[in-house]
């Protein structure tokens, strides 16, 4: 089994902000594959099923961006899961808008949602793909990030959003996440 995470913040206001491009993207997995989000458990909302002779589970958690690890960690202990078999997905304010990166481990850079993964996964040894939302150029950080994406920014945003989830496919078809890094960074 493989587990796809994207992180974000559960409610109406919080909807297609860009701290929220983690559901987003998951968002537009799920619907290119055909996968719902049906099932809440252990504080989140989970999509299940098969891809490529594997069953996968989406997850969104509905903690809030910075408790994030308290709905992932109990969910990797129930489903026995390997780090080896997770990716998160989340937001970047250190890269430009349509860039992704992808990391096998590393700090949570300031990222609140990451650094409670790394506390409750009890490694910072996790796969992880790095939406690119840009940097505040006049706004404070928190408005930025729970703002919505501009005119200008969404067809960018868009163009990232597309390349991690065709990352995601990849990965999900047996492609190794070092092979990934290698081709997408």
Do not use: C
């Not at 992180?7 to 997995?29: C, E, S, W």
């Not at 109990?74 to 899961?81: G, I």
């Not at 990391?103 to 409670?116: L, W």
């Amino acid at each position: 089994m493989k587990m796809i995470v994207g992180l974000g913040n559960i409610g109406p206001q919080y909807k297609q902000t860009r701290h929220n491009t983690g559901f987003m993207t998951v968002d537009q997995f799920a619907e290119k594959n055909d996968l719902t989000f049906t099932t809440r458990k252990m504080e989140a909302k989970l999509a299940e099923g098969f891809l490529n002779g594997e069953k996968l589970l989406l997850v969104k958690p509905t903690t809030f961006m910075n408790e994030s690890g308290r709905a992932v960690g109990p969910l990797m202990d129930y489903y026995d899961l390997d780090l080896d078999d997770l990716i998160v997905v989340y937001d970047d304010m250190d890269l430009p808008l349509s860039k992704i990166r992808l990391r096998q481990k590393g700090s949570a850079g300031g990222h609140n949602g990451i650094r409670s993964l790394i506390a409750h996964l009890g490694t910072d040894k996790f796969n992880r793909i790095r939406v690119g939302v840009d940097h505040p150029s006049k706004s404070s950080v928190v408005d930025y990030v729970l703002g919505k994406f501009t005119k200008d920014q969404a067809p960018l945003f868009e163009q990232g959003m597309d390349e991690a989830v065709t990352a995601l496919e990849e990965w999900t078809a047996g492609k190794s996440f070092s092979d990934l890094m290698n081709q997408f960074n």
